[in-house]
């Protein structure tokens, strides 16, 4: 195949790939980790509780420009994953792979399961494929060429890598290590190395400062998240899932790390399967989520797709694997973006189930089975409950006496930003980043609680003389399915001073 064919054959494939993510952009709710970041980005700062600043400073730019819609979420993962195409491709062209490698490469980035979630959501996961596969990149690049301008690359990506998710911070940790190791160290006693590590520094010092000054906001996160998360999760399901995630792509997967590490035509590259290899431990070790590793399946793909390309060198050899590959994933596909509305998708998952006897993805955090992956059932709801808080909002005549209240930033976001037509004003929350922005007294003339919960606590009616249940979110399928609104008046005692004192007995939003 000639160059310039294949690469308009990556470039087509690429543009499928954000077409294919856009067709879908409207088939559920927006998510409520969506609607929190687009909430960080009417607040925009240097950090936030639980991400570095780039996811709202991102959405904060999206609302500026096209403003807020179920499309507007969607733009940027969706762009983020047709560049991906494009960049495994020239990956796997750098690792010396041909035509065949980099479109096997190519078409496992458009479809395989790992790569299908991350670029239909508005979450850093993306991006943070995006910038770990970057980072390789130039690190490649630098081994190919040894131009040193690659360092310089590498520490202004690894910069912009932090601004949007911390995680990075092991990539590079293991990346370094990986140089020690192998006959490659001098390179980090070079000036342009330290030079880039500056640049890291100062493209990443926003956060850092932000950090600093919010008590290490990060660390707290990550300390509760082992807490109340990862203490729970199994090493021996981490090693599983990195076996599943790529889904019949585990064939090219697998085949790269090993290729990395042992092939004798990738052997200039053997540090970074060693940095791989660094990754899954620590991960392993700490019990990590499965997902954690997805940054590295990019490269794992493009140096499996050079060693099958030297492997099978007969046309229809190449046409089977390819064939095989492709008809298992779109098999897959509704698990990585939904393809129908919600009960069609409900009615899928249950036929899914019962014909193979795989619940695992319909298993949520509760540890229950549900009807739908929580990620989708996290995609329901909240327009509901939008409505919902607006018709009793709307039964308050003076509407500078009203505080809504939610109890998660789920709830929280969808009033936020889904509330916004509604005519309803930004709520208050101690869950995530609300807990900064939540107001440390309320005026004394506060005497209308708007209540949002799953459950009405004993000191609402110790509190309020009249309460009210608007409505609750009627959707069995969505996760916040039961979640209550309350319209609390008549306060028994003084309502600011409950609050004052509230406020002041909170230490963290974790």
């Known amino acids: 195949m000639q160059v310039k064919h294949l690469k308009w054959l990556i470039l087509s494939l690429a543009l499928l790939k954000i077409a294919f993510?856009?067709?879908?952009?409207?088939?559920?709710?927006?998510?409520?980790?969506?609607?929190?970041?687009?909430?960080?980005?009417?607040?925009?700062?240097?950090?936030?509780?639980?991400v570095p600043p780039m996811i709202g400073i991102l959405a904060f730019l999206l609302m500026k420009t096209i403003g807020f819609s179920a499309f507007a979420i969607k733009i940027l993962p969706a762009i983020i994953g047709g560049v991906m195409v494009w960049l495994t491709a020239k990956i796997t062209e750098e690792l010396g792979g041909k035509w065949f490698a980099q479109l096997l490469a190519a078409s496992g980035i458009f479809i395989a399961p790992v790569f299908v979630r991350?670029?239909?959501?508005?979450?850093?996961?993306?991006?943070?494929?995006?910038?770990?596969?970057?980072?390789?990149?130039?690190?490649?690049?630098?081994?190919?060429?040894?131009?040193?301008?690659?360092?310089?690359?590498?520490?202004?990506?690894?910069?912009?890598?932090?601004?949007?998710?911390?995680?990075?911070?092991?990539?590079?940790?293991?990346?370094?290590?990986?140089f020690l190791l192998s006959s490659e160290r001098?390179?980090?006693?070079?000036?342009?190395?330290?030079?880039?590590t500056g640049l890291c520094i100062i493209i990443a010092s926003p956060n850092i400062i932000w950090q600093l000054s919010h008590g290490l906001s990060g660390v707290r996160h990550f300390n509760?998240?082992?807490?109340?998360?990862?203490?729970?999760?199994?090493?021996?399901?981490?090693?599983?899932?990195?076996?599943?995630?790529?889904?019949?792509?585990?064939?090219?997967?697998?085949?790269?790390?090993?290729?990395?590490?042992?092939?004798?035509?990738?052997?200039?590259y053997s540090l970074l399967g060693i940095t791989i290899l660094l990754i899954i431990t620590v991960l392993f070790i700490v019990k990590g989520k499965g997902y954690y590793t997805a940054g590295v399946f990019p490269l794992s793909l493009a140096a499996g797709a050079v060693w099958w390309e030297d492997l099978l060198k007969q046309w229809y050899f190449r046409v089977a694997l390819?064939?095989?590959?492709?008809?298992?994933?779109?098999?897959?596909?509704?698990?990585?973006?939904?393809?129908?509305?919600?009960?069609?998708?409900?009615?899928?998952?249950?036929?899914f189930s019962e014909k193979y006897g795989m619940d695992g993805m319909l298993r949520h955090e509760d540890?229950?089975?549900?009807?739908?992956?929580?990620?989708?059932?996290?995609?329901?709801?909240?327009?509901?409950?939008?409505?919902?808080?607006?018709?009793?909002?709307?039964?308050?005549?003076?509407?500078?006496?009203?505080?809504?209240?939610?109890e998660n930033y789920g709830q929280a976001s969808a009033i936020n930003i889904l509330g916004k037509k509604y005519g309803l004003p930004e709520p208050v929350s101690f869950s995530d980043n609300y807990y900064y922005w939540a107001p440390r007294k309320i005026p004394a003339t506060t005497d209308t609680f708007i209540y949002i919960n799953d459950e009405l606590g004993d000191d609402?009616?110790?509190?309020f003389a009249d309460v009210q249940l608007a409505g609750k979110i009627s959707d069995p399928l969505a996760r916040e399915y039961g979640t209550q609104v309350y319209l609390c008046r008549n306060p028994r005692t003084n309502f600011s001073e409950f609050w004052y004192k509230r406020v002041a007995g909170l230490e963290s939003p974790f």
């Open 224 to 268: 509760a998240l082992n807490k109340y998360q990862l203490v729970y999760l199994s090493r021996i399901n981490f090693l599983k899932e990195q076996l599943l995630m790529p889904g019949s792509y585990m064939l090219i997967t697998c085949a790269g790390v090993l290729a990395l590490l042992f092939a004798q035509k990738l052997s200039k």
């Open 460 to 463: 609402i009616h110790k509190l």
């Open 21 to 50: 993510h856009l067709y879908f952009y409207d088939m559920l709710e927006p998510h409520r980790d969506e609607l929190l970041y687009f909430s960080l980005g009417t607040h925009p700062a240097g950090g936030y509780a639980s």
């Open 367 to 406: 540890g229950k089975i549900h009807s739908l992956p929580q990620d989708y059932a996290d995609m329901i709801g909240w327009e509901e409950l939008a409505r919902i808080t607006a018709t009793a909002y709307n039964q308050v005549p003076d509407k500078s006496h009203v505080l809504i209240y939610a």
């Open 186 to 196: 001098k390179v980090l006693a070079q000036k342009s190395f330290w030079f880039a």
């Open 118 to 178: 991350p670029f239909y959501l508005y979450q850093p996961v993306g991006f943070d494929i995006f910038f770990w596969t970057l980072l390789f990149f130039f690190t490649i690049r630098f081994l190919n060429t040894r131009n040193n301008n690659y360092l310089l690359y590498l520490g202004i990506a690894a910069g912009f890598a932090i601004l949007n998710k911390h995680l990075v911070v092991l990539q590079l940790g293991s990346l370094v290590i990986a």
């Open 322 to 351: 390819m064939g095989v590959l492709l008809t298992l994933s779109i098999f897959l596909l509704p698990i990585g973006v939904p393809v129908y509305k919600p009960e069609k998708l409900a009615a899928h998952f249950k036929n």
